[in-house]
């Protein structure tokens, strides 16, 4: 049995030119792209994820190494991107919305080390982006992510005429959902700390003396934190929104 020179770089561009989609994905993708995934597990992950839907892929007929080929790499890596980013807006938007509201408690200065990005944030958006990651991953939303990677193949395939101006200017506008499904997850805790501002607002025109750095700071730390244990199934029900919205996105990307 002998095989040819083009048989082989036919074979290696058959799994090639899905591993490029899949790797860019899963490298800014959340869960996958986070920085404490070691880099290798992430290209062994995305070794193996194209080498399952490699037989299912029909990649056109270009040499390996040409430009023809090159522009084809590059088309992927940024369909790949885009899809990834997509995704990770819905947990922008849940850590943001974490921001927001430990601006109106007063936690704002506590801040911590985010496992995800490795940036120091408030230590509300890491509680946020925690439990949203865990409920992302027990919903198998990871599971669907490949799916609808795999699925993509099919409605997008490669090299074909890549994400077009009507997909770009979707995802444009879907990045505003950081804004809207931010403000949508913490707006109910705001609206119940900006209650009890204007409470304090009140008390200090009844009296005066009263010291409210010593007495309204505590106060106010308190009933923030009760209103952060009642929000928190409001923000699991804000996150599944926005996670449907996230995936039906990347079908209209990739339609």
């Known amino acids: 049995m002998t095989l040819q020179a083009s048989e082989i770089m036919a074979f290696v561009a058959g799994w090639f030119y ?12 959340p869960v996958f792209g986070a920085s404490y995934v070691p880099s290798r597990m992430r290209l062994v992950l995305a070794f193996a994820i194209a080498a399952l839907v490699a037989p299912l892929v029909k990649v056109p007929q270009v040499e390996l190494l040409s430009l023809a080929s090159a522009l084809i790499i590059v088309q992927q890596v940024v369909i790949g991107v885009a899809l990834g980013f997509a995704l990770q807006i819905v947990f922008d938007a849940v850590g943001l ?12 200065f506590a801040f911590n080390q985010d496992p995800l990005r490795g ?10 982006v925690l439990l949203v990651v865990l409920t992302f991953l027990a919903l198998d939303g990871h599971l669907a992510l490949i799916e609808t990677l795999a699925h993509g193949f099919q409605t997008l395939p490669v090299g074909g005429a890549g994400l077009g101006t009507n997909a770009l200017w979707t995802l444009i506008l879907w990045s505003g959902q950081v804004i809207y499904g931010a403000l949508a997850v913490a707006l109910p805790g705001m609206t119940a700390m900006l209650v009890v501002n204007l409470a304090f607002g009140v008390m200090s025109r009844a009296a005066p003396t009263l010291n409210l750095f010593a007495v309204g700071f505590p106060v106010t730390l308190a009933f923030g934190l009760v209103v952060l244990l009642l929000s928190l199934p409001a923000v699991q029900s804000g996150f599944l929104r926005l996670a449907g919205a996230g995936f039906a996105t990347l079908a209209e990307l990739l339609r």
């Open 18 to 29: 899905p591993f490029v989609r899949i790797g860019a994905c899963l490298m800014v993708a």
């Open 97 to 108: 919305a974490g921001q927001l509201l430990a601006n109106s408690i007063g936690l704002s």
């Open 119 to 128: 940036v120091s944030t408030p230590v509300v958006g890491q509680l946020y």
